[in-house]
């Protein structure tokens, strides 16, 4: 089964070693994208120093947040499912319990929450949560709180996110917040502000820390990854002020992709996500210099129609995504790309339709996550566009997709299939406890029997056998990553 997001499933319940002098129980869920994740971790840090330990026990809990995705409509209705939840224990179960909306939700309704529905105590955005002990002291008094306000800087740099419900193999390192890029559809920039870079030192020292405590691989996130600008702080958009000397000594996604391939070079580096018109090819060539910068790149589309995509206000042409395919495949032949692809956006037409999945059949994506179009209160498409595609149209143009790139994915798999790969050893698998289950440079999970390798080592793997998403096989040594 090829990547699909699943907006129904029950959020990450987080939860991290309790510390000593701790006596308030913090229960908290996250739903939508990795950085929201990554958040949670950064929340759950903040909250460690204000006398909370985290449970997985919801009736137990002081504090019960929940950490919003605004991207669709669907993810918004099961955030909003979980809060009945809540509720219906606070009421029935745990009185004192106190519950807060976090993320872009948070951003988007914090009126509506606290004033007119009165569903929670605090309403706390993504740029606010070093905010959070005093808007507790707010709560235990009596009174709602809330702090939606949106930074101009980087807001967490100089915090150490606990690692929540982590294997000790993996982390999220967010090295931007925000986006620029006002795609009509989207509600990012209205809820993460604009963008912004974090200064390079606090992401190598972060880096080292988590490869002194035995992490093996970490992604670097932000909405737009390949905006990366350090030039001493502040906006993108203002980097046309800044000095001279600040302009020279700059650090560019490229710059510091290389800085954390170098500083940790048995490190597994991945990055997420990348927009087209940024996707720089010196990012592309510094991937194929240093051999611990993990050959996938996810590559949003969200449509193959020229006409389409400048509706979207998308800032690429499909020529020049192809073109920018093609490059990528020149200077690193093996790499993975995934994509991110919409159906059923305003005016889209079959034709349209066609020019997508001409598209996906040139490009053969690895792997994808596929959505129909919902309209997004205060976004452009919604204040000027009529969401006017019938439901069932894009129900079907959707499972077009998803089976063609069921196709693709498998295509893409069986490539391996006799070859050896590098599996970073993450868990046991899903469907048995013999097996070890990871993942290549590829990021395409891979399954082999235990024997006497353990969680965390690189394993070279030959591939035997193989799904539309997974390859199957049997260790044959341990990498030179080891």
């Known amino acids: 089964m090829e990547k699909i997001i699943d907006e129904n ?14 006596n308030r129980k913090l229960f908290i869920e996250s739903y939508g994208c990795a950085m929201n994740f990554s958040d949670s971790e950064i929340v759950a840090s903040i909250l460690a ?9 919801l009736e137990d809990a002081d504090l019960v947040l929940v950490n919003t995705c605004s991207i669709r409509d ?3 209705q099961t955030v909003r499912k979980r809060l009945e939840k809540y509720n219906a224990v606070k009421r029935d179960i745990n009185p004192k319990m106190k519950v807060g909306v976090l993320g872009c939700m948070a951003e988007r309704l914090k009126t509506k929450f606290l004033e007119e529905e009165k569903i929670v105590d605090l309403v706390v955005g993504p740029d606010a949560y070093k905010d959070l002990p005093n808007l507790l002291a707010e709560v235990d008094e009596g009174r709602d709180a809330i702090n939606v306000i949106l930074s101009k800087e980087e807001t967490y740099g100089d915090i150490s996110p606990v690692r929540l419900n982590s294997n000790g193999v993996t982390a999220f390192v967010s090295i931007t917040r925000g986006c620029d890029n006002m795609c009509t559809f989207c509600v990012v920039p209205f809820t993460r502000g604009r963008e912004r870079s974090r200064d390079p030192q606090s992401i190598i020292e972060e880096i080292n820390n988590l490869w002194n405590r035995g992490f093996k691989e970490i992604t670097l996130l932000g909405q737009n990854v390949d905006s990366y600008l350090w030039y001493g702080g502040g906006l993108k958009k203002d980097f046309e002020k800044a000095s001279d000397f600040e302009k020279a000594t700059a650090v560019t996604f490229s ?8 500083t940790q070079p048995k490190m597994r580096i991945r990055f997420s996500t990348s927009n087209p018109q940024d996707l720089t090819l010196d990012v592309v060539e510094t991937m194929a210099k240093y051999h611990n910068i993990c050959n996938h790149i996810h590559l949003p589309v969200q449509s193959g129609s020229n006409r389409i995509l400048k509706e979207m206000n998308r800032l690429h042409t499909r020529e020049e995504y192809m073109a920018l395919i093609d490059n990528i495949r020149r200077i690193i032949p093996n790499c993975a790309i995934s994509q991110d692809m919409i159906v059923g956006f305003p005016t889209e037409t079959e034709a349209d339709f066609q020019d997508t999945v001409s598209l996906m059949d040139y490009v053969k994506y690895n792997f994808g996550y596929m959505f129909t179009y919902s309209e997004r209160p205060g976004t452009m498409a919604q204040r000027k566009m009529v969401d006017d595609v019938p439901e069932e149209v894009k129900k079907r143009r959707l499972q077009d997709i998803v089976d ?3 196709e693709h994915s498998e295509i893409r798999t069986k490539e391996h299939l006799n070859t050896i790969v590098e599996v970073l050893v993450e868990k046991e698998s899903k469907k048995s406890n013999t097996q070890w289950s990871g993942r290549t440079p590829q990021n395409i ?5 235990k024997e006497h390798y353990k969680v965390g080592d690189f394993v070279n793997v030959k591939v035997t056998d193989c799904t539309s998403a997974t390859l199957i096989g049997d260790a044959v040594g341990y990498s030179e990553n080891n």
Not at 255 to 262: D, M, R, T
Not at 445 to 449: G, Q, S
């Open 74 to 76: 669907k993810a918004e």
């Open 404 to 406: 063609l790139q069921r």
């Open 255 to 262: 710059n510091l992709l290389e800085l954390c391939a170098k």
């Open 9 to 22: 499933k029950q959020g990450d319940t987080l939860i991290l070693e309790p510390q000593e002098g701790n």
């Open 445 to 449: 999970v891979a399954v082999f029997p």
């Open 49 to 57: 120093t204000a006398g909370f330990n985290t449970t997985q026990n």
